[in-house]
């Protein structure tokens, strides 16, 4: 068991262009989450999937970033038209079944730096 | 406004000092996560408790669960420079019809050689 791979670790783009960053969760794990974290803030959720279904989004969520987990496996997250407040830390966690889904095990994240 | 509030925001402290940081809700929770995470990575999670009252201790952790299930503790005793990292603690929070691991901000902590 290797943990939650994220890839990459950084990203720095131009504003307007589009991002997909990359998240391989522990294997047996079925739920995944995707989290953005900015400087002096927690973790705030965006989407999380179980298996391949995307059951739950967040408002922080806009019509620019769309999620997949295509085989209940990895998940990408893209970015559209990236903005200058798109910047933070993309943190991906997964959990299991086996422990009631109450614990999260996260990636090292991707950091996000638009310009 | 914040489900879990954190205390303090920072906290600065030398070497062997000791230290409390606070998770307070008005919610009560099945179980609550903290988690440790150092610049640039990831949160790590430290420790789950799930029974009101329980303690649990990591080495120089203590970790509190509060009586109604609303409120936690982490309790670092004689303090060393790796304790430095931001604190989080975390619990499973309705949104929709799911349950979902929701942050406080975090209690920040740097310790001083």
């Known amino acids: 068991d290797t943990g939650v791979s994220q890839d990459p670790r950084h990203k720095i783009t131009k504003r307007g262009q589009n991002v997909t960053f990359r998240c391989d969760p522990i294997s047996e794990h079925n739920r995944l989450y995707w989290y953005r974290q900015t400087l002096g803030q927690g973790p705030e959720f965006l989407t999380y999937?179980?298996?391949?279904?995307?059951?739950?989004k967040s408002r922080l969520l806009s019509d620019r970033f769309s999620a997949e987990r295509p085989k209940g496996s990895f998940s990408t997250l893209e970015i559209q038209r990236t903005e200058q407040g798109d910047s933070a830390m993309y943190l991906c966690?997964?959990?299991?079944?086996?422990?009631?889904?109450?614990?999260?095990?996260f990636g090292q994240g991707t950091r996000l730096t638009v310009v | 406004t914040q489900l879990l509030e954190q205390s303090p925001q920072f906290l600065s402290i030398q070497e062997g000092e000791n230290l409390t940081v606070y998770c307070n809700s008005s919610s009560v929770f099945s179980s609550l996560q903290w988690y440790r995470q150092e610049p640039g990575e990831g949160p790590v999670l430290l420790v789950t408790v799930v029974t009101g009252g329980e303690v649990k201790k990591l080495k120089r952790l203590t970790f509190q669960f509060g009586d109604a299930r609303k409120d936690s503790s982490l309790h670092i005793t004689a303090a060393q420079t790796g304790d430095t990292g931001l604190y989080l603690c975390a619990g499973r929070v309705q949104s929709g019809g799911s349950y979902i691991p929701t942050f406080g901000r975090g209690t920040s902590l740097i310790v001083h050689p």
């Open positions: 999937f179980q298996n391949e279904a995307q059951l739950e």
């Open positions: 966690a997964s959990s299991s079944i086996w422990t009631g889904n109450t614990e999260a095990f």
